[in-house]
């Protein structure tokens, strides 16, 4: 498996937003890890640092030589696919063609607010900017209308350095996403939030099944990107009371996914309407069996285990949420553990 590290950070609390996105860069480069993810996110405290995952790549394009740097991900539908093109066409040209999207059709009805007569049909057209912003890529041009009303066919500029543009599509966690990703021959970015390992190895599977009826053996076995949220320590019980507060606001901030995993907690329950103290059980409640089995925490030996089982259910690369600790000092810290858990494993 490939390792790479992932931001989506809360960014109410402001100070240096960005030092840890660039010396995580840094750390990652010099170290060999595959990316640098950053994310699409508008108009809220969790990820509202990152509105543009295009500048953010940029920024890391000038830090870096080696580690690819991908979107995680463009919201597909709020955006012209031929600037998608051209703002990933600089970066890829910043970074001598290490560039890699990962598309999402969006969640947040509020995110929309940029573009809200998209929202309904978000779906369709997120396939539809995959293949126009593909079809640009390589060169190829889009039929727009101009400011006179006049149909006119146009190319991206700067022509981008790589020939093909690595493409993801984020899930999650539903079949559907993962058998669109196979059809459309690109690969899957997903998490673990509303889904477990076992229901993540049959999506996997239902990917790579679609993937080889509609691409055949050219395709390979695809790609399938995990996001994790990962701290590693020296001590086991050290980062479960470092991160117990911060993770335990993330399962707060997605508090649907978690009612969708924990129907045995909570049955046929509407997030909605849940009172202050009904989210604060679930949330006790979901914190130990997440720092168990739905990110990459604890020693080198823990992680180890977690990823033993996570390459058994078809995972290929691992993709670290590391901003959600609000310590950035404790966060670079902890990435030396977090190298030596990838050497050790690969060797």
Known sequence: MDFSLFYFADDSEGGDRYR??????????????????????????????????????????AVTKNVAIR????????????????EWSVVDNL?????????????????????????????????QTIETVRELWRGGKTALVDG????????AYPPAVSPELPVWLTSS??????????????GVLT?????????????????????????????????????????????????REIVREPFSAYLRSSIGLIVRASGDILPGVD???LSPEDVDFLVERSFDRYFDTGGLFGTVEDGAATLDKLHAAGVDEVACLIDFVGDTDAV?????????????WRA
Not at 30 to 44: K, L, N
Not at 101 to 126: C, K, M, Q, T
Not at 208 to 223: M, N, V
Request: proline share 6%.
């Open 20 to 61: 840890l996105l660039l010396d995580g860069a840094r750390f990652a480069d010099e170290h060999g890890f595959a990316a640098v993810w950053t994310p699409e996110r508008h108009f809220h405290p969790f990820g509202g640092g990152y509105p543009n995952p295009a500048v953010t790549g940029a920024a890391v394009a």
């Open 71 to 86: 979107a995680g991900s463009v919201v597909a539908p709020l955006h012209p696919p031929v600037r998608i093109a051209e």
């Open 95 to 127: 970074s001598g063609g290490r560039v890699g999207l990962s598309f999402a059709s969006g969640w947040h009805a509020v995110d929309f607010a940029i573009r809200p007569e998209n929202y309904a049909d978000r779906r369709n057209i997120l396939v």
């Open 148 to 155: 006179d009303g006049k149909s006119v066919e146009v190319k």
């Open 173 to 186: 966690g539903t079949p559907e996403t993962f058998k669109a990703a196979g059809k459309l021959g690109v």
């Open 191 to 239: 998490h673990l939030l509303g889904q477990d390992l076992d229901d993540l190895k049959g999506k996997i599977a239902m990917y790579r099944e679609a993937l080889a009826e509609h691409h055949g053996d050219a395709a390979g076995p695809g790609k399938v990107a995990l996001m994790l949220h990962t701290f590693m320590g020296a001590d086991r019980d050290e980062v």
């Open 271 to 273: 997030p909605d309407s």
């Open 332 to 344: 670079l810290g902890g990435l030396t553990y977090l190298d030596k858990l990838k050497n050790t």
